[in-house]
């Protein structure tokens, strides 16, 4: 008799903020980890990502759809450069470098997260709006 049930928040969920700040802290620490042992990001780094925005829009309050969306490119690119730069230290071509072949090694990670939140957002707004078949009924 085994049930699959799905896990219960309790509460209304996570704020904009508390999510700006797990997916920062979730990605830069996969980002940290990759970047230390391989010195370069791969597929743990995008399926960290592609998790936290997933779990961000599943634990989010309603209305944080944007926001959890936005959040992983820039989460990513900041975190990737400032370990980069701690790595390398400050030299401007060796960071160029090494952050552009980081970005390029997550694009489709990137990608393929953008592509489903945006999905997401898009879908939920779209339901948010009033039929304009209903509206044309409603006149008549």
Same mark, same amino acid.
């Given at each position: 008799m085994?049930?699959?049930?799905?896990?219960?928040?309790?509460? +209304?969920?996570?704020?904009?903020?508390g999510?700006?700040?797990?997916?920062?802290?979730?990605?830069?620490?996969f980002v940290?980890?990759?970047?230390?042992?391989?010195t370069?990001?791969g597929?743990?780094t995008?399926i960290?990502?592609?998790?936290?925005?997933?779990g961000?829009?599943?634990?989010g309050?309603?209305?944080?759809?944007?926001v959890?969306?936005?959040? +992983?490119?820039?989460?990513f690119?900041a975190?990737?450069?400032?370990i980069?730069?701690l790595l390398?230290?400050?030299?401007?071509?060796?960071?160029?470098?090494?952050?552009?072949a980081?970005?390029?090694?997550?694009? +489709?990670f990137?990608?393929?997260?953008?592509a489903y939140?945006?999905?997401?957002?898009?879908?939920q707004?779209?339901?948010?709006?009033?039929?304009?078949r209903k509206?044309?009924?409603?006149?008549?």
């Amino acid at each position: 008799m085994s049930t699959l049930q799905k896990i219960q928040i309790q509460g +209304p969920g996570l704020k904009k903020e508390g999510i700006v700040v797990l997916q920062t802290l979730f990605i830069g620490f996969f980002v940290f980890i990759e970047m230390t042992i391989r010195t370069g990001v791969g597929v743990l780094t995008g399926i960290a990502i592609c998790a936290a925005l997933y779990g961000s829009l599943r634990f989010g309050r309603k209305g944080t759809t944007y926001v959890a969306v936005v959040t +992983p490119p820039l989460a990513f690119a900041a975190s990737a450069l400032a370990i980069t730069m701690l790595l390398d230290g400050f030299r401007p071509s060796r960071v160029g470098i090494d952050f552009i072949a980081a970005l390029a090694s997550e694009a +489709p990670f990137l990608i393929i997260a953008a592509a489903y939140g945006w999905f997401v957002y898009l879908n939920q707004k779209a339901k948010a709006k009033p039929s304009k078949r209903k509206a044309v009924v409603e006149q008549d």
